[in-house]
């Protein structure tokens, strides 16, 4: 009250804890100490002397890293191992402590646990600095070289472009999956608005379209981007089983131009130029997104018509020529090689190909069916200029850029040229009776191929290879059963006329029927004089007619008489005056 300072020997304030039952148990020895604040921070008690032990070593040892970093710029890799030894080291001594002194506590290991988050980060931020600025630069450019995970969905083609433009052919078909699936229908209800496009009656799939028109500007590059178009192919498969309505209009707009685009040309020219490397792209990417074994297809019929007509109507000028026209067979061979469709432009074209290796053409056994020529320009393309240049020659497959570009420097370059396109046709040749071995006119559609290899086309021309390929035509096409069935009505039952129960009548008098009612008589009388007066009226009618003619011939006759009559009267007075006017004439004279 007086204001007096209180002493030591003053009792001080006991702590109670708040899970105490005040059931006067008490604890032998006091274990665990007791959570409890004083002046803002834990009085946990003080740290015992290997804690800061540990920390002081620590901290050397951080400085001494320092040091080290500062020293030696280049080993950095062999420091970062050295403090996670130390850390790992610290961090078991550390848990040695902590299970000694407070037996597992969870609330001492707490903020022992911070203390180390703590010790990670100052060491981070120590290291942090000792990047070179080459790492730092290579970091920032593999930072800025990932790709991210969403993209929006392009609204026209220079978009997508733009957003495929500098990327590896990987990059861009993840690209184009993840602006797919981040712009997928059942993500949000206008995704299927972003991704299509009202076009005349229907919606068209605005990234499919883009990506078929990319496909076709990748195609007509020098060199084409084939590896880029073949990461493509999936994502645009991908996309035609989502919209498959849509893709199906894509691809008929891009052949239907084409086919527009071949009669223009024929109409004005008569002939056209063969399919460029995007049309042969488009071709092959139809073969692979819709069926080609229907029998009739909105998208692959249109597709084969296409060829067909390639086939037909675009001359061979050229090795490059002769090259796009195999390219065509071996798109036409894939078209029906499920349902074993018989084309004939296909084999027509495989036996003018063979025709133009053979060198005498002055006697041949067989027919060319354009547009190959018997004989004249152009029809030597496959002959060899030397025959030593099948020793030196290896078998490859012909590139799809040879379609867009033959770069052939010598003869030698050229004649190994021809032996692929040869090679490829005799393929091809194998391959089509393998497929039409079936078929009953087999021996008559392949035997001005064999007249071809067996007589003006020998093996011994050619090389190893090739002479084993011709070897195998020649005993497939010769294999085949030669003898046909005679053509024989098939055997059926004749089909019987049909025999109704005749209805008998009985006669007593001959022209009279009896048996029938008075109505039914009344009926036949009545129609019996119906027809009696019918004839008579009909009879009268033509006595009219008959009589109205004679009449009217009569009349006409005695119209006709009286006229001649007349005529003859003025006839008769002018010749009576022409007498008196000369007999007059002649007085005057004497």
């Known amino acids: 009250m007086m204001g007096d300072e209180v002493g030591d020997s003053a009792q001080s304030q006991v702590h109670m804890s708040a899970d105490d039952l005040n059931d006067g148990f ?5 274990d665990k100490k007791t959570l409890s604040y004083q002046d803002g921070k834990w009085n946990i008690g003080e740290e015992s002397e290997e804690d800061k032990d540990d920390d002081e070593e620590g901290g050397e040892s951080d400085e001494e890293q320092e040091s080290e970093a500062e020293e030696d710029g280049g080993d950095e890799e062999e420091e970062e191992g050295g403090e996670d030894e130390e850390e790992e080291e610290e961090q078991e001594d550390g848990s040695e402590e902590e299970e000694e002194e407070d037996g597992h506590s969870d609330l001492d290991s707490e903020p022992e646990s911070e203390d180390g988050e703590r010790r990670q980060e100052d060491e981070e931020t120590s290291a942090k600095p000792s990047l070179s600025k080459e790492e730092l630069k290579a970091q920032q450019e593999a930072a800025k070289a990932e790709l991210p995970y969403t993209f929006t969905a392009p609204e026209s083609y220079s978009d997508l472009k733009d957003l495929l433009h500098g990327h590896t052919p990987d990059n861009q078909r993840i690209i184009v999956a993840r602006t797919q699936k981040c712009n997928h229908p059942s993500l949000a209800a206008g995704n299927k608005l972003k991704l299509q496009v009202q076009h005349g009656g229907g919606y068209i799939f605005k990234l499919f379209g883009f990506l078929l028109e990319y496909i076709g500007e990748l195609a007509a590059r020098s060199p084409p981007e084939l590896a880029t178009i073949d990461r493509l192919i999936p994502e645009i498969y991908t996309l035609c089983q989502m919209f498959p309505e849509a893709a199906c209009k894509a691809m008929q707009t891009v052949l239907g131009d084409a086919g527009h685009s071949v009669e223009e040309v024929l109409e004005v020219k008569g002939h056209v130029a063969f399919p460029t490397l995007d049309m042969l792209i488009y071709l ?10 229907d029998f009739r297809h909105p998208v692959t019929t249109p597709a084969q018509l296409y060829i067909s007509q390639a086939l037909t109507k675009c001359p061979v000028r050229s090795l490059q020529d002769v090259t796009s026209g195999l390219a065509l067979c071996c798109l036409a061979l894939e078209y029906v090689s499920f349902s074993k469709r018989f084309m004939p432009e296909l084999i027509n074209f495989l036996a003018g190909a063979l025709h133009l290796a053979v060198q005498d053409k002055t006697s041949l056994g067989y027919t060319v069916v354009p547009p190959f020529r018997p004989s004249g320009k152009c029809c030597d393309l496959l002959v060899l200029s030397d025959s030593e240049s099948c020793r030196s020659w290896s078998k490859k497959s012909l590139p799809l850029s040879a379609t867009q570009h033959l770069d052939l420097r010598n003869d030698l370059d050229r004649d190994h040229h021809r032996l692929a396109c040869l090679s490829t046709c005799l393929d091809l040749v194998k391959r089509c009776c393998l497929l039409y071995k079936d078929l009953i006119s087999f021996t008559c559609v392949f035997q001005p191929i064999r007249t071809l290899l067996s007589k003006h086309l020998p093996a011994q021309t050619l090389p190893e290879l090739l002479q084993e390929l011709h070897s195998e035509i020649l005993e497939s096409i010769s294999s085949a059963p030669v003898t046909h069935a005679r053509l024989v009505l098939d055997k059926k039952k004749p089909i019987p006329l049909k025999l109704l129960t005749p209805k008998i009548v009985e006669v007593l008098d001959y022209g009279k029927k009896r048996g029938s009612t008075r109505e039914e008589r009344e009926k036949e009388r009545l129609k019996h004089k119906y027809k009696k007066e019918f004839k008579g009226a009909l009879r009268e009618i033509r006595k009219d007619s008959r009589f109205l003619a004679r009449e009217k011939l009569t009349e006409v006759m005695n119209r006709d008489a009286e006229r001649k009559r007349k ?24």
């Open 26 to 30: 008490i604890l032998d020895k006091e």
């Open 284 to 293: 092959k990417v139809t073969a692979l997104l819709f069926p080609t074994s």
């Open 567 to 590: 005529v003859k009267e003025l006839f008769g007075s002018l010749a009576t005056q022409e007498g008196e006017w000369k007999a007059l004439k002649r007085r005057k004279r004497k």
